[in-house]
C-alpha cells in the first residue's frame, strides 16, 4: 500500500518538471492517505532527474517520520496543516511557477476574470496576508499553513483549490496529488491570462452569470460537462 503511494507521489512530483511549472528543486507534491493517515511527499532538495518512489518520505499527520532514509520537504509542516484542516484535501502541490509567484510577490490575488478561470476556480484565488515577524521567526513553515488556513473553509476550500502566500508563491490541492498539480496546471495557465489582461485592460470585470455557469457545469450538483460513467 504504501509502496503504491509513494509511486504515485514520485511520478506527480516529476509531473512539476515535465510540466514546466518548476526550476532547480522549486516545489513538491505530496499525498494523504486517509485510511492511514500518513502522508508521502518529496525529500527536501532531491533533484527531480533523479528522484525514484524509494526516495519518497512516509509521515504522519504530527510530522513523525514512519518510513524513508531522506528528510521530508522542509514544507512537510504546511502541507500537514492543510491536511488537518480541511478534511477535503487529498493532496497537495507547492511550486514558484512564474506568473503565480508574481502575482503573490505583488501581495494580489489573482482575479476571476474569463471562463477559463472559472471552469476551475470558483471565484478570485486568494492572496494570504503578509506574515508577522513573530510567524517568520517561530514555526515558519506550520505557520505559513495556518495563514493559509485563515480564508477557508472546507468547503471554500473545495471551490477554490489553490492559494498564494504573499511574498512567497502557490499552493493548490485536489483528490489526491496528481489532482493537485493538475490544479497547479492551470492556476499557472490562468495567472499568465490574468497578467496580460490586466496589462491590456486594467480595470477589466467578469460576469457573475458566467462564473457560476461555468463552474457549476462541471462542479455543481447538476454538472453536465464530459462523460457521464456508465455501468458495465
Not at 104 to 114: E, F, H, Y
Not at 147 to 173: N, Q, R
Request: net charge negative.
Amino acid at each position: 500500500m504504501l509502496q503504491r503511494l509513494k509511486e504515485r507521489v514520485c511520478r506527480a512530483n516529476i509531473a512539476l518538471k515535465t510540466e514546466g511549472l518548476i526550476t532547480l528543486t522549486w516545489g513538491n507534491v505530496s499525498e494523504l492517505d486517509r485510511a492511514t493517515g500518513y502522508v508521502a511527499i518529496k525529500p527536501s532538495g532531491v533533484s527531480y532527474d533523479a528522484l525514484t518512489p524509494d526516495d519518497i518520505v512516509i509521515v504522519d499527520l504530527n510530522g513523525n517520520k514512519i518510513e524513508g532514509d531522506l528528510a521530508p520537504s522542509s514544507d512537510t509542516p504546511t502541507h500537514l496543516e492543510l491536511y488537518r484542516r480541511f478534511p477535503s484535501i487529498g493532496g497537495i502541490t507547492h511550486t514558484h511557477s512564474r506568473f503565480a509567484t508574481i502575482f503573490a510577490q505583488c501581495g494580489r490575488s489573482i482575479p476571476a476574470l474569463g471562463t477559463t478561470h472559472a471552469d476551475a476556480f470558483y471565484g478570485d484565488v486568494p492572496c494570504t496576508r503578509p506574515m508577522t515577524s513573530e510567524e517568520i521567526f517561530s514555526d515558519y513553515e506550520l505557520e505559513t499553513g495556518r495563514v493559509i488556513a485563515e480564508l477557508f473553509t472546507d468547503e471554500t476550500a473545495a471551490h477554490i483549490p489553490a492559494v498564494l502566500v504573499h511574498s512567497h508563491g502557490p499552493f493548490t490541492w485536489g483528490r489526491d496529488g496528481i489532482g493537485s498539480v493538475e490544479n497547479a496546471i492551470i492556476l499557472e495557465e490562468v495567472a499568465a491570462m490574468a497578467w496580460h489582461t490586466l496589462m491590456m485592460t486594467p480595470d477589466k470585470t467578469f460576469q457573475g452569470e458566467l462564473l457560476d455557469k461555468h463552474y457549476l457545469r462541471k462542479h455543481g450538483a447538476n454538472a453536465y460537462y464530459g462523460q457521464k460513467e456508465t455501468k458495465r
